[in-house]
């Protein structure tokens, strides 16, 4: 009780401070280059580059997520053994911003997770240096960023679109949804990427440490696997992003993300904060805290991964529609042959009212994938098991912006889970019901 009382009251003191903090400043909020943390960032990608920006000298702007939800949501499987769960509220998230324009064209950014499911304390997602000018001298410098952007730091990277819509901690307000993909194709590295963008086209070349922390320990040859060299890891984006007249819009964007030998690739697995979707579908026994995933599937490429991911963009005045492919292949230490996993997702998002505020939606998400060989309990050695899973999701979702920077939002879900081999609890698995959201972003 004493340690659920300091965990509420360090919140609500970390979110005053936020709100302190941004009053404070509101005189001096003017952070270039930003994507908006409310409303207006919705749709927006990667940060606008804006090469007229005045700097008079340096400026910090403080905002936040917040997200409280609560959810009624029921599961079963063949083997029974799942985890009791009933409606209730679920834990509140919250994240900080701190974004700081310490010179002409250089923004700095920090954000923090004050509260989420996989961590009781406070603790720091990563920073980064944006450069969309440089402090040299020269022609050729101002040439070079006119239409060049540079990020360096520990960072949420650019891979993919879907990221730009997806809910991060405390931070829900982009996605229409309650929950992002079955597999999440999210992690922050330690490293650099550059982009180049020239009209309506742009690309992008990246490398990072490829893991989601920095790592000195020397890697551990196994039986199946002798490669003990860190490779970074490198990945590519390119697309087409138009604003063909006041009502239409298009984009279209390829990456391609790989690395060969890591200590630790978290590609699919760099959400630290957790579900939306509180304990369906765990055993019994278990913590939200510890199983913090629930409802996504981790394909397990924790050595060696390729991954290419297409998303298309159409935005018909209210009428918006999002589509991802994915397909990767990767394997862990432990194992000789790489597997092989594809995604495909589609939003159909209808916005409407005199700014928008209103939207209705739906998503179908599926997931095809070859499961790791690992022993059931009970069992030695691993069971083989060379057939291809299916998971699935259908979900229908409803918002209302009260105003630009508060979000009441609900959603419908059913998640099925096929083919899975009859020793995997999950074999035979259903969840749905309903979650509903009242989101604060600014």
């Known amino acids: 009780m004493k340690t659920r009382l300091l965990s509420n009251l360090k919140f609500g003191a970390a979110a005053l401070l ?20 409310d409303k207006s960032g919705i749709n927006v990608f990667e940060a606008p580059k804006e090469n007229d920006a005045v700097f008079n000298k340096l400026k910090v702007r403080f905002g936040a997520g917040f997200t409280q939800s609560f959810q009624g949501l029921k599961h079963e499987n063949k083997a029974g053994g799942l985890y ?50 440089l402090p040299f001298k020269g022609q050729f410098w101002s040439d070079l960023m006119k239409n060049t952007t540079i990020k360096v730091g520990h960072m949420e990277i650019n891979y993919g679109d879907q990221h730009f819509r997806r809910s991060d901690g405390g931070h829900t307000l982009y996605n229409p949804f309650a929950e992002n993909y079955i597999v999440d194709a999210f992690t922050t590295e330690i490293g650099g990427e550059i982009l180049y963008r020239k009209g309506d086209f742009f690309g992008q070349v990246a490398v990072t440490n490829g893991m989601i922390k920095g790592n000195v320990d020397s890697l551990i040859a196994t039986p199946q696997d002798k490669n003990i060299h860190k490779s970074p890891a490198i990945y590519l984006k390119a697309g087409f992003d138009k604003k063909l007249n006041d009502d239409l819009r298009l984009r279209l964007a390829a990456s391609y993300y790989t690395n060969k030998s890591s200590g630790g690739q978290t590609l699919y697995a760099g959400d630290r904060t957790g579900s939306n979707y509180f304990l369906v579908m765990e055993k019994l026994g278990s913590t939200a805290t510890a199983q913090f995933t629930s409802g996504r599937l981790n394909p397990g490429f924790s050595k060696k991964v390729d991954a290419f991911q297409l998303n298309g963009f159409v935005k018909a005045k209210g009428l918006e529609l999002f589509g991802t492919y994915e397909a990767a292949q990767g394997r862990t230490k432990t194992e000789v042959d790489e597997r092989k996993m594809s995604q495909y997702a589609l939003d159909v998002i209808y916005r409407f009212g005199s700014k ?44 209302w912006f009260l105003t630009d920077n508060i979000l009441l939002k609900g959603e419908y879900v059913k998640q099925q889970y096929k083919k899975f081999p009859t020793a995997d609890y999950r074999n035979g698995g259903e969840f749905s019901g309903y979650v509903i959201q009242a989101v604060v972003g600014f």
């Open 356 to 399: 928008e505020n209103l939207f209705v939606g739906a998503r179908y998400n599926a997931v095809t994938a070859r499961l790791a060989n690992v022993a059931a309990a009970g069992t030695a050695p691993a069971i083989t098991y060379n057939d291809d899973i299916e998971v699935n999701r259908i979900a229908f979702g409803a918002g």
């Open 84 to 133: 009791k769960i009933s409606p209730g509220f679920n834990t509140a998230n919250a994240n900080l911003y701190m974004d700081v324009q310490l010179a002409d064209g250089i923004r700095l950014n920090l954000t923090s997770y004050l509260s989420a499911r996989h961590h009781n304390e406070t603790w720091v997602k990563g920073g980064y240096i944006q450069f969309d000018k």
């Open 18 to 37: 936020a709100v302190a903090a941004s009053n404070a400043f509101a005189q001096e909020t003017e952070v270039a280059n930003l994507r908006p943390y």
